[in-house]
DNA sequence: TAACATGTTTGTCG
DNA sequence: ACGACAAACATGTT
């Protein structure tokens, strides 16, 4: 599951429910799993998001936790759970991930800066308002196909395949274009493209997830919908392959780069 | 059954 | 230096 909007809402729920507690239990599931003793009794003083990392501080050390493929928080004590945590005063907090790729790294916190750089991190898409000449500025330094360009996490941070499909898109550009070819009014409509997808993406994953408990719906206007029709022109939404990923796109929407 | 999957890292090749 | 590719990680779904 996890892009940047639910790795952003899992950030926003432990915060709610359990920062400024102290960590009674941390609950190691999975022996793959190592170096996660003796944290209990340090308080949650902070939690933010990184790209698609969850940084949780706990005293002078933080936990990192990459979600990717399949991980993410569930608000209760889980039998699938990999990790659970146990704030005082608060219900169990799950880490699931069926796939296990997802990662849990232990630093000083201050560590986690250098980590971040040394990880060639990009810079955040949100929730700061970013205009056009700031996507051109980051996404547009490279000649690989917009929608290729929107997923490396060391021009911009925490986009993936669902963004990048969703944000060419709503911005009206084809995902083959090359990056560097946008015009300026191109990039204010990726800008546009891009808020507009992140906030009704984060809007929609506490309904959503209810829905997906029992084989809900997917809302987002091309990804997944291979032959459907575009929400604005109807015209049967096309799938290509780009650097061995699914690209969803409008071919009348989207018109192909010269 | 085989193909496919919302992510990242690492290495190769041109 | 840059970019295209492929493999690897481990498991569930179509």
Known sequence: MPELPEVEWMAHGLQRRAEGRVLDDLEVLDARLTGLDGLEG??????????KTLVLHLGKEALLVHPRMTGRLVWSEDPRARLVFRFGGAEP???????????????????VRGF???????????????????????????????KVALLRQELVAGLGNIAGSEICWRAGVHPAT????????????????????LSSALAGIGSEL?????????????????GGPCPVCAFPIERVEQAKRGTFLCPSCQRAPA
Do not use: C, M
């Open 210 to 226: 209810l829905l997906v408990e029992e084989g809900g719906t997917n809302t987002f206007h091309v990804y997944g919908r291979e």
């Open 42 to 51: 340090q308080t949650l003083q902070g939690v933010e998001r990184r790209g």
């Open 178 to 197: 090359p990056a560097k070819e946008l015009t300026r009014p191109q990039w204010e409509d990726v800008a546009r493209g891009a808020r507009n997808h």
């Open 116 to 146: 971040f750089r040394d990880k060639k991190l990009g810079p955040e898409p949100w929730p700061e308002e970013r205009n056009g000449a700031w996507w051109g500025r980051h996404v547009g330094k490279t000649r690989s196909p917009l």
């Open 93 to 111: 907090i799950s880490f699931v991930d069926p796939r296990r790729f997802g990662t849990v790294t232990r630093l000083q916190t201050r560590k």
